[in-house]
């Protein structure tokens, strides 16, 4: 019987302590058990997939590996009964691209759990424009609404706003009625930011106090943080009452240096976004979101497409805090 072969990423760990990435021919028997083997159409690359790129252990402990945690496509064979060959499906993170082998492969193989029918409203490409980036925000927005965060409350700040994960909270917020701050790095980016929604383009320095004061004025009525640091400290002491700050993200720092104040002397909301393992129920609701009310009319504005040879320089871009929007490898 012939063997059935397909293209993968593959990262090697060097006795040099060096990480290689080549791309090399599998076999289907190579990929992990699961329920559901996919042949993948499209994948999108992010922060962790550009750390395990990079031999990051906190992220893949173990090499040879094929990083890619957000991967679309069609059910080629499944053991499960709410799969059958042919449906068209994504999956996001839990383990995919960890330490599973990932989604930048002609083929994964998950199990049933991780797999998400893909939503009525979108193609498979738009679900990996939007993936983990669109995921997380979304899930951010689900739970500062369910705080009672609304659009009358006044703006809301995105850090990290040209990134994947702030360029979609920037739509999705701008879709959902609400304005949009934007804090970005990359001044030249102020068009883009605009055209995906953002109602004022503010330099990151603007959400970065070094005063010693346990709360500033307050300047904004929600936040969605892909920074970490004292970006997060600051948008903690920065919120208006009742205000909601969704966490996700540690670009800058890993560290939160805060004082109590703004929770007991203004309410203050202080949400943790977890997209690897937010429940599948949960998780459901919110990409019906995505493919319907919070669907960014311009989502092309947000994507750059290419193959997987031509990856490499958008990872290290990506580890360098260069990103813009979401890459997205069409196969
Ligand atoms: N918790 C979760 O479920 C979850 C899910 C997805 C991602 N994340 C995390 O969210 C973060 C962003 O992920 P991503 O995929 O959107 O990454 P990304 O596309 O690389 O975006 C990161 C953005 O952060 C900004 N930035 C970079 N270095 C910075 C620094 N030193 N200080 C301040 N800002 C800096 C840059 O935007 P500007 O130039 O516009 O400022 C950059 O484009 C990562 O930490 C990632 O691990 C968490």
């Known amino acids: 019987m012939e063997v059935k072969r397909f293209r993968a990423y593959r990262v090697t760990e060097h006795a040099s302590g060096k990480y290689v990435r080549n791309i ?23 922060y962790k997939d550009a750390l395990s790129f990079s031999g990051n ?27 059958k060959v042919g449906d068209k499906v994504l999956v996001t993170s839990y383990d995919l691209g960890m330490n599973t082998d990932g989604a930048f492969s002609e083929y994964i193989r998950v199990p049933a759990g991780w797999v998400v029918p893909l939503p009525s409203g979108l193609s498979l490409r738009e679900s990996m424009i939007i993936g983990t980036a669109g995921l997380t925000a979304g899930i951010g927005l ?40 934007a804090s970005t790095g990359k001044s030249e980016n102020t068009a883009y930011l605009k055209s995906i929604g953002a109602t004022e383009v503010v330099d990151r320095e603007f959400v970065n106090d070094n005063s010693s004061r346990p709360l500033m004025r307050p300047q904004w009525a929600g936040a969605i943080d892909t920074v970490g640091g004292n970006t997060l400290a600051t948008l903690v002491k920065g919120c208006k009452s009742e205000g909601s700050v969704a966490a996700c993200g540690l670009v800058s720092s890993p560290i939160l240096s805060t004082t109590v104040f703004p929770f007991i002397l203004n309410g203050v909301h202080l949400l943790g976004l977890d997209s690897a393992n937010f429940p599948m129920e949960k998780r459901k609701a919110v990409w019906n979101k995505l493919a319907n009310d919070w ?14 040879e031509e990856l490499d320089p958008y990872i290290d871009a990506m580890l360098k805090g260069g990103s813009k929007g979401r890459v997205v490898v069409g196969f």
């Open 24 to 46: 090399i021919e599998r076999k289907i028997e190579d990929l992990p058990d699961g329920d559901v083997l996919i042949k993948v159409h499209y994948a999108a690359l992010n």
């Open 142 to 181: 689900y739970k500062m609404e369910m705080m009672g965060q609304s659009p009358e409350m006044g703006n809301v700040v995105v850090t990290g706003a040209t990134g994947g994960v702030g360029s979609m909270a920037v739509g999705i917020l701008a879709k959902a009625g609400y304005e949009v701050t």
């Open 295 to 308: 669907k960014l009319p311009n989502l092309e504005n947000l994507v750059t497409d290419c193959s997987l």
């Open 57 to 83: 252990k906190g992220v893949t402990r173990k090499y040879p590996h094929t990083p890619g945690i957000d991967g679309a496509g069609i059910v080629e064979e499944s053991k499960s009964p709410d799969f």
